[in-house]
C-alpha cells in the first residue's frame, strides 16, 4: 500500500472512532464487535496493513526522537481483558524502546495514596521526543474508586472535600491538565478498549482452558464482573466528561482484537503524521563541519 494511500485510511479508521466532545455521548451507540467496512475473511489483508503501518509508525517515532519537540502520551482504559497488553504489544513492536517508555498503574501505595490523585502518574509523563504509554492511569481514579466508594475514603481527602460533586470536579482538574500538556507539547491521545461482557467471559473461559493463559486469570478480576453495569455508566460519564479536541478518546470496538490494533495503529499514525516531524537540519556551518570530517576519515583510509 502506497505511504499516502495508507495515511489516508488511517485516518478514516481514527476519524471513525474518535470522540472530541463528550456532550450527548453515549457507550451504547459504540458496536463492540463492529469491524467498520471490514470483513473477517478481510483479517490476513488488515493484518498486513497492520505491518506496514507499525513500519511507518517506527518511521515517525524515529523523526519525533530526533527532532525532540514533541511528546506523545497514549493512555489506555478497558474492562479486564478487553486486551489493552495486546494492544500495546503489536501496535509498538517496531518503535525503537529508546524512544518509548510504558508505565501499568496498580493499586496505589501508601506512599501515592499520600499525594493528590495525579501524582503518580504525572511523575511518568514522558519527556520531548518520546512516546509514554499509561496502561491505566489517573482516571481509575474516576472508574474503580467510583465503583467502589470505600476505595475512595482511603484517600485520607478532608471530609468537606468528598461531596457529590468530587467527580465532576476531577473531570474538570483532568481536562485542565490535558489542557496544559497540550499548550506544552505533549500530544495525548486516549484509548478505551470497548469489549462486550459475553466476549470477557468468552476470554476469562480461554484462560482457565489454556494452560499458556492460566497465568493471567485473577479471581479479582471475575468478581469485577458482577460490578459490570457500574462500570459502563462511569465510563460512560469519563468519556462524556473528559473528551476534547486536543485529548480525544478513541472508543475502539474490543471484541476482535485483530481489527482493535488495526484501529489503535490508526489513531496513533494518524496523531504523529498530523505533527510537523522531519529530522534535524544542519545549517551551512555544520554542513561544513561534515564535510571536513569526511575529507579527515578518507585521508586516515
Known amino acids: 500500500m502506497r505511504r499516502k494511500d495508507l495515511l489516508d485510511l488511517a485516518h478514516k479508521l481514527a476519524n471513525r472512532y474518535r470522540v472530541t466532545d463528550g456532550k450527548?455521548?453515549?457507550?451504547?451507540?459504540?458496536?463492540?464487535?463492529?469491524?467498520?467496512w471490514l470483513k473477517e475473511e478481510q483479517k490476513p489483508a488488515a493484518n498486513d496493513a497492520l505491518r506496514e503501518g507499525v513500519e511507518v509508525l517506527s518511521e515517525l517515532q524515529e523523526m519525533l526522537y530526533?527532532?525532540?519537540?514533541?511528546?506523545?502520551?497514549?493512555?489506555?482504559?478497558?474492562?479486564?481483558?478487553?486486551?489493552?497488553?495486546?494492544?500495546?504489544?503489536?501496535?509498538?513492536?517496531?518503535?525503537?524502546?529508546?524512544?518509548?517508555?510504558?508505565?501499568?498503574?496498580?493499586?496505589?501505595?501508601?506512599?501515592?495514596?499520600?499525594?493528590?490523585?495525579?501524582?503518580?502518574?504525572?511523575?511518568?509523563?514522558?519527556?520531548?521526543?518520546?512516546?509514554?504509554?499509561?496502561?491505566?492511569?489517573?482516571?481509575?481514579?474516576?472508574?474503580?474508586v467510583r465503583v467502589h466508594p470505600e476505595l475512595l475514603q482511603r484517600q485520607r481527602l478532608p471530609p468537606e472535600l468528598v461531596?457529590?460533586?468530587?467527580?465532576?470536579?476531577?473531570?474538570?482538574?483532568?481536562?485542565?491538565?490535558?489542557?496544559?500538556?497540550?499548550?506544552?507539547?505533549?500530544?495525548?491521545?486516549?484509548?478505551?478498549?470497548?469489549?462486550?461482557?459475553?466476549?470477557?467471559?468468552?476470554?476469562?473461559?480461554?484462560?482457565?482452558?489454556?494452560?499458556?493463559?492460566?497465568?493471567?486469570?485473577?479471581?479479582?478480576d471475575a468478581k469485577e464482573r458482577e460490578y459490570w453495569k457500574e462500570y459502563q455508566d462511569a465510563y460512560e460519564q469519563m468519556i462524556e466528561g473528559t473528551s476534547t479536541k486536543d485529548a480525544p478518546w478513541y472508543v475502539i470496538p474490543a471484541d476482535n482484537k485483530w481489527f482493535t490494533r488495526i484501529v489503535v495503529a490508526a489513531a496513533v499514525?494518524?496523531?504523529?503524521?498530523?505533527?510537523?516531524?522531519?529530522?534535524?537540519?544542519?545549517?551551512?556551518a555544520g554542513e561544513g563541519e561534515l564535510e571536513q570530517l569526511r575529507a579527515t576519515l578518507l585521508r586516515g583510509d
Not at 453515549?26 to 467498520?36: E, G, K, N, S
Open 24 to 36: 450527548n455521548f453515549r457507550l451504547r451507540d459504540f458496536d463492540p464487535a463492529d469491524t467498520a
Open 66 to 144: 530526533a527532532q525532540d519537540r514533541w511528546a506523545v502520551l497514549l493512555i489506555f482504559q478497558a474492562m479486564d481483558a478487553a486486551g489493552k497488553d495486546g494492544a500495546i504489544k503489536h501496535v509498538m513492536s517496531g518503535v525503537n524502546p529508546q524512544g518509548c517508555q510504558v508505565y501499568s498503574f496498580k493499586a496505589p501505595s501508601n506512599e501515592e495514596l499520600d499525594h493528590d490523585f495525579m501524582w503518580r502518574c504525572l511523575k511518568c509523563l514522558p519527556e520531548r521526543g518520546r512516546i509514554g504509554i499509561f496502561n491505566r492511569s489517573y482516571y481509575e481514579e474516576t472508574l474503580v
Open 163 to 220: 461531596t457529590r460533586k468530587i467527580w465532576k470536579e476531577r473531570f474538570e482538574d483532568i481536562r485542565n491538565l490535558e489542557s496544559y500538556l497540550s499548550r506544552n507539547g505533549v500530544i495525548v491521545r486516549k484509548f478505551f478498549l470497548h469489549v462486550s461482557k459475553k466476549e470477557q467471559l468468552r476470554r476469562f473461559l480461554s484462560r482457565l482452558d489454556e494452560p499458556a493463559k492460566k497465568w493471567k486469570f485473577s479471581v479479582a
Open 269 to 284: 499514525i494518524d496523531a504523529l503524521s498530523s505533527l510537523d516531524l522531519h529530522y534535524p537540519k544542519l545549517d551551512e
